[in-house]
């Protein structure tokens, strides 16, 4: 079983930058491939990013591609979401979750574990 708990949200101005981490504790941490979803009011919650239990791989959704960058840190058993050239429709709840084996997915369901989330507010 995987904890994890996500920090580093917060209110930026569109343009600008933030590093999302996300902390997970438990011995198996490197069993499982971790995602980034995030979810704006109104809306269902979406893939955003994934690394797999190595970090050699990575997948991320269009919304994302050549702004955002996952990258996780075996040693110390953390996964980052960093964000560059934030949009406002980036606004929403950043979510980490960890998903046992190594196949990535985009798909919500396929992840086991979740945090609560984090605020991500992006100002116009």
């Known amino acids: 079983q995987v904890q994890v708990v996500e920090s580093g949200g917060g209110l930026v101005q569109a343009g600008g930058s933030l590093r999302l981490s996300c902390a997970a504790s438990?011995?198996?941490?490197?069993?499982?491939?971790m995602g980034w979803f995030r979810q704006a009011p109104g809306k269902e919650r979406e893939f955003v990013a994934a690394?797999?239990?190595?970090?050699?791989?990575?997948i991320y959704a269009d919304s994302g591609k050549a702004r955002f960058t996952i990258s996780r840190d075996v040693a110390a058993n953390s996964v980052y979401l960093h964000m560059n050239s934030l949009k406002p429709e980036d606004t929403a709840v950043y979510y980490c979750?960890?998903?046992?084996?190594?196949?990535?997915?985009?798909?919500?369901?396929?992840?086991?574990?979740w945090g609560q989330g984090t605020q991500v507010t992006v100002s116009s």
């Open positions: 979750a960890a998903k046992l084996g190594g196949v990535l997915s985009t798909v919500a369901n396929l992840y086991a574990y």
């Open positions: 438990g011995r198996t941490f490197n069993s499982y491939a």
């Open positions: 690394i797999s239990m190595s970090g050699d791989r990575t």
